[in-house]
């Protein structure tokens, strides 16, 4: 269904990035199945010979899993992607989270989790960096704490990690990107380049959602965007 979407849309490819979450509480823990995975995308290549189908895995927290991280870089994927859904035994999305601390407090804690995360490496792309926007109603970036994504930018600049560009915001009623705008230029002024694309849909319907209005600031920031295949920025 989402190759024939992408096919629809007249896309040159798509980027599967399968969840993979070790934390024991989430309801997916131990239902990703990596062989499975990457069988189906075999699959998914030979059927769909016009559209380049590549796959991929959003590690939540990878540098709490060594182990783990390291299997990946010896499988067959296109592409790993870190992110952080998960504080203090609670998940974003669920309302607990949110709920339990206030704003200013669970977004430092939240990028000092990233910090951590970017600073420890072994992923090509950070994904939705400011993403604690999505769960709180109203909030627009309202807490940022720059010095502490200055921080970071500056560590995946250095480490070559991309930054990804989310649209999901959008379609939660949102008016920024993720990250913001305000985030992205930050980055350009640190000498960061390279980006990647993404709706994170989780449905057909929502593949390429808000790219049109992504893609105009890319152009506005001068952004190089790219994707990955074979752990390669392409």
């Given at each position: 269904?989402?190759?024939?979407?992408?096919?629809?849309?007249?896309?040159?490819?798509?980027?599967?990035?399968?969840?993979?979450?070790?934390?024991?509480?989430?309801?997916?823990?131990?239902?990703?199945?990596?062989?499975s995975y990457?069988?189906?995308?075999?699959?998914?290549?030979?059927?769909?010979?016009?559209?380049?189908?590549?796959?991929?895995?959003?590690?939540?927290?990878?540098?709490?899993?060594?182990?783990?991280?390291?299997?990946?870089?010896?499988?067959?994927?296109?592409?790993?992607l870190?992110?952080?859904?998960?504080?203090?035994?609670?998940?974003?999305?669920?309302?607990?989270?949110?709920?339990?601390f206030a704003?200013?407090?669970?977004?430092?804690?939240?990028?000092?989790?990233?910090?951590?995360?970017?600073?420890y490496?072994?992923?090509?792309?950070?994904?939705?960096?400011?993403?604690?926007?999505?769960?709180?109603?109203?909030?627009?970036?309202?807490?940022?704490?720059?010095?502490?994504?200055?921080?970071?930018?500056?560590?995946?600049?250095?480490?070559?990690?991309?930054?990804?560009?989310?649209?999901?915001?959008?379609?939660?009623?949102?008016?920024?990107?993720?990250?913001?705008?305000?985030?992205?230029?930050?980055?350009?002024?640190?000498?960061?380049?390279?980006?990647?694309?993404?709706?994170?849909?989780?449905?057909?319907?929502?593949?390429?959602?808000?790219?049109?209005?992504?893609?105009?600031?890319?152009?506005?920031?001068?952004?190089?965007?790219?994707?990955?295949?074979?752990r390669?920025?392409?």
């Amino acid at each position: 269904e989402m190759c024939e979407k992408a096919l629809d849309l007249k896309l040159d490819g798509i980027c599967f990035t399968e969840h993979m979450d070790l934390t024991p509480e989430d309801p997916a823990y131990e239902y990703f199945d990596l062989d499975s995975y990457i069988a189906d995308l075999e699959k998914a290549k030979k059927k769909y010979h016009n559209l380049k189908v590549l796959g991929g895995v959003e590690f939540c927290k990878p540098h709490l899993h060594p182990r783990a991280l390291k299997e990946l870089s010896s499988r067959k994927i296109d592409v790993v992607l870190a992110s952080v859904h998960w504080m203090e035994e609670m998940m974003f999305g669920g309302g607990k989270l949110v709920k339990s601390f206030a704003e200013p407090v669970l977004y430092r804690k939240y990028y000092n989790l990233v910090k951590e995360m970017v600073e420890y490496g072994g992923f090509e792309i950070l994904a939705h960096l400011d993403l604690p926007k999505r769960y709180i109603k109203g909030d627009q970036g309202k807490y940022e704490h720059l010095e502490l994504i200055g921080d970071i930018l500056e560590k995946i600049i250095e480490k070559d990690i991309v930054l990804e560009i989310n649209t999901s915001s959008l379609r939660r009623g949102m008016e920024e990107l993720m990250p913001s705008e305000k985030i992205l230029k930050m980055y350009v002024k640190k000498g960061g380049k390279k980006v990647t694309l993404a709706s994170d849909a989780h449905r057909a319907g929502d593949i390429a959602a808000g790219f049109t209005r992504a893609k105009k600031v890319i152009k506005r920031l001068n952004l190089s965007c790219g994707y990955y295949e074979k752990r390669e920025f392409v």
